[in-house]
């Protein structure tokens, strides 16, 4: 079975700052990985995904995300923040369903994003 | 355009009574999904359609119903709802298993 975890539930910090939002994975297969970022009110939107090759992927609004496999890991970065990117981000794993089909995404519980201005 | 529509986006509905929701997608995705989330809790998939073959989790496979009358549009059902079916249902879609494209939501209230 595959697992998702977003250990912080809430991330705040300065405009201007570096981020780094943390995943870890449990999977026993080569991982397919997703940033997620949903603003209030609206869908999830797709960031970035990490299928294979380059360990670092760049995705939309300046984020990236370096592939761990040593440690399990696709942390979610971008340097520097702005207010705008206040958001809940969500970490997923894509995998098996329970008919054996790779459809199925495994989300963290997310993390909440607040930057200050 | 990687727009997916859902119908409504909020629905109150009375334990016991069935409850059906809506969702369509204009880019001709092969693929179909439901998800459920609850508040401070992960998404969680509840079925999807590949094509016009169902599939449906096994934790939630006696709970949910879900039909695709065309490529467009995909619909969950609930027959009986009960309280624990209060969340917010995602709809999403992709082409051939790839990244999926979410919609915003229906926040489904069963009082």
């Not at chain 1, 329970?98 to 909440?112: A, C, D, I, R």
């Not at chain 2, 119908?7 to 092969?30: E, F, W």
């Not at chain 2, 459920?36 to 016009?52: G, I, T």
């Amino acid at each position: 079975a595959q697992s998702v975890d977003q250990p912080d539930a809430h991330v705040t910090l300065s405009e201007g700052a570096s981020l780094e939002l943390r995943c870890s994975y449990s999977y026993s297969a080569a991982p397919y990985l997703f940033w997620y970022v949903q603003y209030p009110g609206q869908s999830l939107q797709f960031l970035l995904k990490y299928i294979t090759g380059d360990t670092v992927v760049k995705g939309t609004k300046g984020f990236e995300a370096e592939f761990r496999k040593s440690n399990s890991s696709f942390n979610l970065k971008k340097s520097p923040a702005h207010w705008s990117d206040s958001a809940k981000y969500f970490c997923a794993l894509e995998g098996p369903n329970s008919g054996g089909s790779n459809y199925k995404l495994t989300f963290g519980k997310g993390t909440l994003l607040t930057v200050t201005p | 355009d990687t727009t997916v529509k859902q119908n409504p986006r909020y629905k109150l509905a009375r334990v016991g009574k069935p409850v059906n929701l809506i969702c369509s997608q204009t880019m001709n995705h092969d693929t179909m999904y439901w998800y459920q989330k609850k508040p401070n809790q992960a998404p969680k998939l509840l079925l999807f359609y590949y094509d016009k073959i169902l599939n449906r989790e096994a934790d939630t496979f006696e709970k949910f119903q879900s039909s695709r009358p065309n490529n467009s549009f995909c619909s969950l059902y609930i027959g009986s709802a009960g309280l624990e079916y209060s969340a917010m249902y995602l709809c999403a879609s992709s082409r051939e298993g790839g990244t999926q494209y979410f919609g915003p939501g229906t926040r489904l209230l069963v009082l």
